[in-house]
T-cell receptor
Framework: KQEVTQIPAALSVPEGENLVLNCSFT??????LQWFRQDPGKGLTSLLL?????REQTSGRLNASLDKSSGRSTLYIAASQPGDSATYLC???????????FGKGITLSVRP | EPEVTQTPSHQVTQMGQEVILRCVPI?????FYWYRQILGQKVEFLVS????????KSEIFDDQFSVERPDGSNFTLKIRSTKLEDSAMYFC?????????????FGAGTRLSVL
């Protein structure tokens, strides 16, 4: 059974800092992993999807990596801005269209 | 950009009442999902639906829950007799069959409050 963990639960950084959000998973047979952003009381916005055959995926200031052997994924945010403040969730999938298993999320606060 | 639409955004109901949560997935998508998030907890999978039948369901998805695709556009989640612990945000998601693009797109959610 896939378990997804995100530590720490919360992070506060000054504006402009580069930061890394961590995600770990227990089942190395992961098919792909998706990173989401969630604003308070809102839905889930997909940020990046990284396939098991990929090591990295980039979109603007965001870069996601995936290391199946170590059971880890990271989301790198460059030059953080106050508008990046939100909860970031990672979710893994063990089959092409199977369910997503979510971590609890990391609540990021970027201080002006 | 196409999006998943959920209605209502907030539903208040009395314990024991039936509720139907509605979703309009992205039009060319073939796989549909319901998830829920109890306040302060992880997003949890409830059920997946493909080709007019349930493809997978979790332990949460008991006999009180049902899903339906009544027409070519809507996808609904019914809770027959709501309990206090059903209070949560319910998310609908959909994805295309194209493997390279099988991002799951989520709706904005329906907040269900059971009193």
């Amino acid at each position: 059974k896939q378990e997804v963990t995100q530590i720490p639960a919360a992070l506060s950084v000054p504006e402009g800092e580069n930061l890394v959000l961590n995600c770990s998973f227990t089942d190395s047979a992961i098919y792909n992993l998706q990173w989401f952003r969630q604003d308070p009381g809102k839905g889930l916005t997909s940020l990046l999807l990284i396939q098991s055959s990929q090591r990295e995926q980039t979109s603007g200031r965001l870069n996601a990596s995936l290391d199946k052997s170590s059971g880890r994924s990271t989301l790198y945010i460059a030059a953080s801005q106050p508008g990046d403040s939100a909860t970031y969730l990672c979710a893994g999938r063990t089959g092409a269209n199977s369910k997503l298993t979510f971590g609890k999320g990391i609540t990021l606060s970027v201080r002006p | 950009e196409p999006e998943v639409t959920q209605t209502p955004s907030h539903q208040v109901t009395q314990m024991g009442q039936e509720v139907i949560l509605r979703c309009v997935p992205i039009s060319n998508h073939l796989y549909f999902y319901w998830y829920r998030q109890i306040l302060g907890q992880k997003v949890e999978f409830l059920v997946s639906f493909y080709n007019n039948e349930i493809s997978e369901k979790s332990e949460i998805f008991d006999d009180q829950f049902s899903v339906e695709r009544p027409d070519g556009s809507n996808f609904t989640l019914k809770i027959r007799s709501t309990k206090l612990e059903d209070s949560a945000m319910y998310f609908c998601a959909s994805t295309t069959e194209l493997l390279a693009k099988n991002i799951q797109y989520f709706g904005a959610g329906t907040r269900l409050s059971v009193l």
